[in-house]
């Protein structure tokens, strides 16, 4: 097991809390460890959610169930039927609708204290810095190794922790990753897999309940860090397997080979979808430009 840091707040105190505050987060108060105080710091903490899909959708429900005092969701895709299986914060009524905008109703309905800000955007190296910068900390609820890399060098650069889930089939893990303190996600995967190498749940399939279990840890670890209270998941990796029902935990070391814990990196930000070897992306405006080209889908008839 790797050694336990103290766990300082990263978040202060804001204002005094209301009267319906009071009511509406009791059963936090009645835990000696958050209290009121912090309460008032999850009141005044500012965390942005990358990705509103199977991860995101519980994370975002149980920060704003939480009292979040401001949330950010970074997502520019629309619900489709497949996302329904497990991304529990859209309906059927949501189909076809932006998942922003979506999770934006979801979090409003269940606490219009709570501020959401959007940003339906791609996040790539021009924005990330912009978007991150005002914001405690990061919650990675995203599938694809570009953007985790890209996750990680921007907060990172802003010295801020971010807090990093997976999912696949039956299997879930989480860590929380902070340069300024710890290991970062390079630490424990210094290069990306080759490309297509590992299957994506829509390639392979994910079970939908493993969501709701890693999406509550990774949100219960974003409270511990903006309250101070327990030991984070920096420097350790958790592992869920869903089959045997059993959890564990392996140590992720800080790496002295690090490009980016030891500032060797050239570059503030990569071209991320090269750096994981994904090929460059047209899109459909571009193709009708071209003249003479051969189009092969390889897609299965259950991904059309």
Known sequence: MAESLDMKPIVQPGRELSADEKERYSRHLLIPEIDAIGQMRIVNSKVL??????LGSPTIMYLAAAGVGEIGIVDFDSVDISNLQRQIIHTQADLGKSKAQSAKEKTLALNSNVKVNLHEVRLDSSNALEIFKNYDLIIDCTDNFATRYLVNDAAALLGKPYIWGSIYRFDGQVSVFWSAAGPCYRCLHPTPPPAGSVPSCAEGGVL????????????????????????????????????????????????????????????????????????????????????????????EPEEH
Request: aromatic share 6%; hydrophobic share 40%; charged share 20%.
């Open 49 to 54: 959610c990358i990705g509103a899909g199977g």
């Open 208 to 299: 939908g309940a493993i969501c709701g279990a890693i999406g509550s840890i990774q949100t219960s670890e974003a409270i511990k860090l903006i309250t101070g209270v327990g030991e984070s998941l920096l420097g350790n990796l958790l592992i869920f397997n869903a089959l045997d029902t059993t959890y564990s935990k392996i140590e992720i070391k800080k790496s002295a080979h690090c490009p980016i814990c030891n500032g060797t990196q050239q570059e503030l930000l990569l071209d991320y979808d090269a750096f994981c070897g994904l090929p460059e992306s047209i899109t459909a405006e571009e193709m009708r430009q071209l003249k003479d080209f051969l189009l092969i889908d390889v897609r």
